[in-house]
């Protein structure tokens, strides 16, 4: 069945598939991309939240396929306490880590995809290879990582603890990542087009 067009002022019909910009000047709907800010802005927003009593927790990654292990650690992360700020590197840091062909969609649109989950306060896109000079600028209470890390072992560990801050281990077992489904879905797609 065949969605029937809403008509603009007028009675002209609009295309049945809606530009996100035409989405959003027609229709009142709730702009989670209004969470996607940048450094300045963030900085604003975490003096902001400070002052009306907040903790900030910092969470990051890729975040380049959402999968049930980022809900959980981003969750996870949330129930810390406070405000849940995630981090996502930008384009160029996802092929330096994971490699060519990577990342799977822009950093626009994996920040939108974060922004729109529950848990998540802000989100911010970084260039660096890590998280460290953004920890010096908003000076998160916690900074959450996945359990593919210990507290011993997060490289930002020393920045953090250096004004008092401290690190957290949240998340389930690292048992779900996008490098592992890729291979799966590249295994399963090549016997597919065979059988």
């Known amino acids: 069945m065949r969605r029937r067009s809403p008509t603009r002022t007028g ?54 396929l959402l999968h049930v292990g980022h809900v959980r650690y981003l969750r996870e992360a949330k129930a810390l306490g406070g405000k849940l ?3 996502i590197n930008a384009d160029d840091s996802v092929r ?31 260039g660096e290879p890590d998280v460290r000079a953004l920890i010096r600028e908003i000076r998160p209470d916690v900074q959450a990582k996945g359990t593919d890390y210990t507290r011993e072992n997060v490289p930002e560990r020393d920045e953090v603890l250096a004004y008092g801050g401290r690190v957290e281990i949240v998340g ?22 065979q059988g």
């Open 96 to 126: 330096q880590t994971k490699g060519d062909g990577r990342p799977l969609m822009p950093a626009e649109e994996r920040a939108e995809i974060i922004a729109s989950l529950a848990d998540v306060d802000a989100v911010v896109i970084f």
């Open 11 to 64: 009675g002209e019909p609009q295309p049945a598939v809606l530009t996100r910009t035409r989405y959003h000047q027609n229709f009142t709907v709730k702009d989670d991309t209004l969470k996607i800010l940048s450094r300045e802005v963030l900085r604003e927003r975490v003096t902001e939240w400070r002052r009306a009593g907040e903790q900030i927790v910092l969470a990051n990654g890729c975040f380049d």
């Open 85 to 87: 700020v995630v981090a």
């Open 172 to 193: 389930d077992p690292k048992d779900h990542s996008t490098s592992d489904f890729l291979v799966r879905l590249k295994s399963w797609s090549g016997g597919r087009s």
